[in-house]
C-alpha cells in the first residue's frame, strides 16, 4: 500500500536556527499538508498546499515557516529561525482529488519529532 | 469556531467494550472520522460517518448522530495493542483547503 513517507525522523536543533523537514507524500495525491502535535496535546493544522501553492495556513503557521514542493515529488516545511515553543511532532499528510463515497481517509506520514533547545 | 470535545482518558480491561465519545460544534458538517494514534507514531484512520447510524468494521464501530452533533466509537473485545489515543475528526471544506480538525483526544489504557 502507498505511503507517505518523512525524513528525519527526529531533529535536534539549537534555537535560532534553520530546520527543513521533508515529506514525501503519495504519487497521485493532490492536496498537502503539514500538521503538528505538541507533546501530550492534539494535532493542529499548520498548512495545506494544492496545485503548487498554499491554499490555507492556520494562526500557527507565520512568517518563519514556509512550505515548497521543489520537484514535484517532495514536500518540505522550513522553520527559519527555530523557537522552543517549535518543539513538537511535525506530521505531513496527503489526499486525493476524489473522496470515494463513504471514505474520508488522509494519509499521515510517521513523523519528525522536533526538539529545539 | 469549530471544537470537538472527547473525554481525555478513559480506562478499559483486556476483553471489554469501551465507548469513547465526540461532540463537535462546526461551522458545515460532512462527517465525522476516527484517528487512532499510538504513543509516538502518526495518526491512522479507522472509520468515517457521514449519515446517521452505526458503521461498523470488525471489533470498531463509529455512530453518529447530526442532529446532537455527537458520535462515538466502540471498540469491543479490546486487546492490550488497542492501548493509544483516539481522535475524532471533521473536514474543514471551507474555501479551498481540505484541512482536518481533530479533536482532543481520548487516551484508552486497556489493563489486563
Known amino acids: 500500500e502507498p505511503e507517505v513517507t518523512q525524513t528525519p525522523s527526529h531533529q535536534v536543533t539549537q534555537m535560532g536556527q534553520e530546520v527543513i523537514l521533508r515529506c514525501v507524500p503519495i504519487s497521485n495525491h493532490l492536496y498537502f499538508y503539514w500538521y503538528r502535535q505538541i507533546l501530550g496535546q492534539k494535532v493542529e493544522f499548520l498548512v495545506s498546499?494544492?496545485?503548487?501553492?498554499?491554499?490555507?495556513k492556520s494562526e500557527i503557521f507565520d512568517d518563519q515557516f514556509s512550505v515548497e514542493r521543489p520537484d514535484g515529488s517532495n514536500f518540505t516545511l522550513k522553520i527559519r529561525s527555530t523557537k522552543l515553543e517549535d518543539s513538537a511532532m511535525y506530521f505531513c499528510?496527503?489526499?486525493?482529488?476524489?473522496?470515494?463515497?463513504?471514505?474520508?481517509?488522509?494519509?499521515f506520514g510517521p513523523g519528525t519529532r522536533l526538539t529545539v533547545l | 469556531g469549530q471544537s470537538l470535545e472527547q473525554p481525555s482518558e478513559v480506562t478499559a480491561v483486556e476483553g471489554a467494550i469501551v465507548q469513547i465519545n465526540c461532540t463537535y460544534q462546526t461551522s458545515g458538517f460532512y462527517g465525522l472520522s476516527w484517528y487512532q494514534q499510538h504513543d509516538g507514531g502518526a495518526p491512522t484512520f479507522l472509520s468515517y460517518n457521514a449519515l446517521d447510524g452505526l458503521e461498523e468494521t470488525g471489533r470498531f464501530s463509529s455512530f453518529l448522530s447530526r442532529s446532537d452533533s455527537y458520535g462515538y466509537l466502540l471498540l469491543q473485545e479490546l486487546q492490550m495493542k488497542d492501548s493509544a489515543s483516539y481522535f475524532c475528526?471533521?473536514?474543514?471544506?471551507?474555501?479551498?483547503?481540505?484541512?482536518?480538525?481533530f479533536g482532543t483526544g481520548t487516551l484508552l489504557a486497556v489493563q489486563p
Open positions: 499528510a496527503s489526499d486525493g482529488s476524489h473522496q470515494r463515497e463513504g471514505q474520508d481517509t488522509q494519509y
Open positions: 475528526a471533521v473536514r474543514d471544506y471551507g474555501g479551498a483547503t481540505n484541512k482536518l480538525i
Open positions: 498546499f494544492y496545485n503548487n501553492e498554499i491554499s490555507e
